[in-house]
């Protein structure tokens, strides 16, 4: 049996997933209201192909439940906050989670943790917590580090498809963690050591982080001597060995805007083009912000009250808030004491921000601009209604004449 600890955007699916191909399993959340929802037969967020995985499951015998189990394999899957000052992250959720699974497990149980953690997590945090409580790792309890790989809005497709990394003290006891995920992973799984495994997951975000930056800064560029950004990007896609992203509004999300931090938090003297381009990403809601008020003395437009962001999600056709490039601009604006800005987002049906919408129709008609932070195909379908309205079209979506563009 497989105690999955934390029933969150990584660690619910996962549990689903692995109970649907013939795991036993049994998913953990402090969260007794959580908990008590799954029970009753509901998911706790949208994301494409979750209800059917769910039904599968417990047909296939999942539990839910707040207790923690007695078995040989835990998979922890908690959040990992970091502190927006030091850069570091924070480890307490997953500290916490390991304390509590040493309290039930017998000796020779495994230990997997799933959350995302900076390069030396493991080793600064997890084995010193595990030791403390009377524990040898390697003989007593054994730790392995599986980083997740998916992304919001394709998650039970990744985690089938994805490749997957198992760090492991031990390669026999990483080569049992890769039989468990191979029960459903088609990708490559690939058995390494746990700092390599940490270091990975890391890098591919920073990676991506990098890439988003010069597309960002290319941006703001071209803005400055009023050049077409997307003509230059799609020209220079041209050339085979040239993959330029697209900019945006700002990166959100738990994963790319906040993973490159801990190499820039672990590593300040060395992660210098790291820490610039997080910068540059971070920069971009002052930016946009300052681009609308611009686009509002252009048309004559005085009043912040008529301007509308659509999309609070940090990215498209998920339900996902965190790190919102969205949140970001509403946090700047503020700063820049103008606040007013109305928002929609069709995926956030409770009140979370001032001037929120929960209908396009009456979202529109009270704005005379309308500024496209999130590419949901709502928008894409029906950007008629957006007619006689000034449009600031962040993701270059919008095809109509008179459109603005970052």
Known sequence: ???????????????????SHGVEVI???????????LNSGKTTFKEKGIDDL?????????QFTSKYQVTDTYIISVPTPYDKFSKKVDACYVIAAVKDVLKVCPKGAVIVIESTVSPGTMDKYIRPAV????FVTGRDINLVHAPERIIPGNMVFELVHNNRTIGADDHTVGEKIKDLYASFCKGEIVVTDIKTAEMTKVVENTFRAVNIAFANELAKICRHDDMDVYEIIKIC??????NILQPGPGVGGHCISVDPWFLVGDYPSLAKVIDESMKTNDGMPDFLLNRIYEIMKDNGLTDVKRV????????????????????QLLESQERHL???LK???????EDVVNHQYHDLDEFIENVDMVVIMVKHNEIIEKMNKLKNKIILDCHNIIKMDGVYHI
């Open 338 to 340: 103008a606040a007013g």
């Open 1 to 19: 049996m497989v105690n999955v600890i934390g029933l969150g955007y990584i660690g619910l699916p996962t549990a689903l997933m692995m109970a």
């Open 54 to 62: 769910f039904t599968k499951a417990v047909k296939a015998g999942i």
């Open 27 to 37: 998913g953990t959340d402090y969260n007794t209201e959580l908990v008590e929802t």
């Open 308 to 327: 509308g962001l659509y999309g609070l999600t940090y990215k498209e056709n998920v339900d996902d808030m965190r790190e919102s490039p969205t949140l």
């Open 131 to 134: 030791e403390k409580e009377g």
């Open 237 to 242: 896609n041209m050339h085979p060995r040239v």
């Open 343 to 349: 928002v929609y987002d069709p995926f956030i049906t």
